[in-house]
């Protein structure tokens, strides 16, 4: 079964930097895109960055742009969120996210989330 699990959360400073990794399983890795999103306490969740199935492409929610970057790494089947320059607003849970097609739906699949605190 699909499964997302992602890591490298913690409690850093305004400034600071952290790598997330989202480790995938249960599907073929390279046949799909691959995204992350976030949510703050009591708001929705939104996208931060989006890769294409061959990472020739990427997306990204405007107030992350310039800092974080999205990659994947086949032969890992992992997808990674590096974070530079954090900022408090920048707290959240962040969550991977696969979309795949079953039986002619799209349905969604998300990790457990790992949680992001910016400080001082």
């Known amino acids: 079964q699909v499964q997302l699990v992602e890591s490298g959360g913690g409690l850093v400073q305004p400034g600071g930097s952290l790598r997330l990794s989202c480790a995938a399983s249960?599907?073929?890795?390279?046949?799909?895109?691959m995204r992350w999103y976030r949510q703050a306490p009591e708001k929705g969740r939104g996208l931060v960055a989006g890769?294409?199935?061959?990472?020739?492409?990427?997306i990204y929610e405007d107030s992350v742009k310039g800092r974080f970057t999205i990659s994947r790494d086949s032969t890992k089947n992992t997808v990674y969120l590096q974070m530079n320059s954090l900022k408090p607003e920048d707290t959240a849970v962040y969550y991977c996210?696969?979309?795949?097609?079953?039986?002619?739906?799209?349905?969604?699949?998300w990790g457990q989330g790992t949680q992001v605190t910016v400080s001082s």
């Open positions: 249960g599907f073929i890795f390279g046949a799909y895109a």
């Open positions: 996210n696969v979309q795949i097609a079953t039986a002619g739906r799209r349905d969604d699949y």
């Open positions: 890769i294409t199935v061959g990472g020739d492409t990427t």
